[in-house]
Structure formats: C-alpha cells, structure tokens
Antibody
Framework: EVQMVQSGGGLVQPGGSLRLSCAGS????????MSWVRQAPGKGLEWVAN????????FYVDSVKGRFTVSRDNAKNSLYLQMNSLRAEDTAVYYC??????????WGQGTLVTVSS | EIVMTQSPATLSVSPGERATLSCRAS??????LAWYQQKPGQAPRLLIY???TRATGIPARFSGSGSGTDFTLTISSLQSEDFAVYYC?????????FGQGTKLEIK
C-alpha cells in the first residue's frame, strides 16, 4: 500500500522558519517526481513546488521562490520543504504528493502551517 | 500561467441522479487534465487522469471526457459518498494549475 506520512508544521511567527517532512513507502520513491501542494483555510488547491527523481531539477510557484526550498533524501525515501521568511499568506494545509503514474496520484494526510503572531 | 475555470461553483443534485461538472482551460492542455475529489478534512484523491482514464479503484460511475480546453466529469448515479468538492488540474504546462473547485451537494 502506498503511504505518504507527513510531519512538521505548527504555529510560527511571521518571518520565522519551519521544515516539513514526508516519508514515502509502498512504491519506488526514487522513480517518482515529488511535489508539495497547499490549501489555505476554506480555499482551493495551489501547487507549491516539486522535485525530480534525482533532485537535479526543482520548480517553485512564484510566491515562494527564494523563501522555500524543496529537497529529498532518496536513501530515506523522504521529501522535505524548508520554509523561511514565512508570511501570513503562507498559512495553509500542506500536502506532499508522489507522482507515481505521472500525475498527483498519491497524497499525504496534510499538515497545517499557521503563520501568526 | 494557464487558468482553469470550473462551473458551476456549486451543484445541487439528488442521490441517484447524474451530475455533470465542467472545467475550461485558458489555452489548450491537450488531454493532460486530471480530476480530484476532496471530502471535508481529507486530502484530495485522484479520480481521473489523461482526461478520461480512471485511477485505480475509482468506480465506473465516474467518467471524464474532453480535450484541448473543455472537459467534463460525469458521475452517472450519485451515491451518498460522492458529495464532495471536485477539482480539475492541468499538467500540460508549468506551473500545474487547479480550478477553483465545484462543490457537489445533496439536493
């Protein structure tokens, strides 16, 4: 069974930092693009970042460029999102996603990030 | 950036009836279109990809159609568990973009 188990998240002050983690199992992690998608409270879905199988390519939505960094550790089947200079508008549930068949096919349970003083 | 527009925003349908949800892209995305279902408090679930291919485990009452800029998700006979929010997403061009969602509610 494919599983994506997320950790991290929580309450952070504006300007602060947070690191999200996601551990994958039940599939070949090294063969999958991995992504982060977020959902602000009561809002729709927004793609945030993704990373190629070997980590050689990374893409970000404009609003997080220069502040967020996506990375992966294939030896640990893990995906990370380092979030710096956080803003109130970054408040959202963040989902990690494995693209096993090429789309956003396997989602983690989500983790809430709240940016507030 | 490709803008995805879903209609209607809310659709009220009775159980057992057919529901038809629409998604339009601001430019052609070929058949690189996916549909997701999201229930309250849960992560989205992939239903359809390639515009018309059902994901693993998705019941046959869900079907997708379309290509280019206009797409449709049809649920042939609504079950109680189908009432949720549905999102379309294009994956033809970066950034991959989602529609704003259609809430399917019980009439």
């Amino acid at each position: 069974e494919v599983q994506m188990v997320q950790s991290g998240g929580g309450l952070v002050q504006p300007g602060g930092s947070l690191r999200l983690s996601c551990a994958g199992s039940g599939f070949t992690f090294t063969s999958s693009w991995m992504s982060w998608v977020r959902q602000a409270p009561g809002k729709g879905l927004e793609w945030v970042a993704n990373i190629k199988q070997d980590g050689s390519e990374k893409f970000y939505v404009d609003s997080v460029k220069g502040r967020f960094t996506v990375s992966r550790d294939n030896a640990k089947n893990s995906l990370y999102l380092q979030m710096n200079s956080l803003r109130a508008e970054d408040t959202a549930v963040y989902y990690c996603i494995a693209s096993i068949i090429g789309v956003f096919d396997s989602w983690g349970q989500g983790t809430l990030v709240t940016v507030s003083s | 950036e490709i803008v995805m527009t879903q209609s209607p925003a809310t659709l009220s349908v009775s159980p057992g009836e057919r529901a038809t949800l629409s998604c339009r892209a601001s430019q052609s995305v070929s058949i690189n279109l996916a549909w997701y279902q999201q229930k309250p408090g849960q992560a989205p679930r992939l239903l359809i990809y390639g515009a018309s291919t059902r994901a693993t485990g998705i019941p046959a009452r869900f079907s997708g159609s379309g290509s280019g800029t206009d797409f449709t998700l049809t649920i042939s006979s609504l079950q109680s568990e189908d009432f949720a929010v549905y999102y379309c997403q294009q994956y033809n061009n970066w950034p991959y973009t989602f529609g704003q969602g259609t809430k399917l509610e019980i009439k």
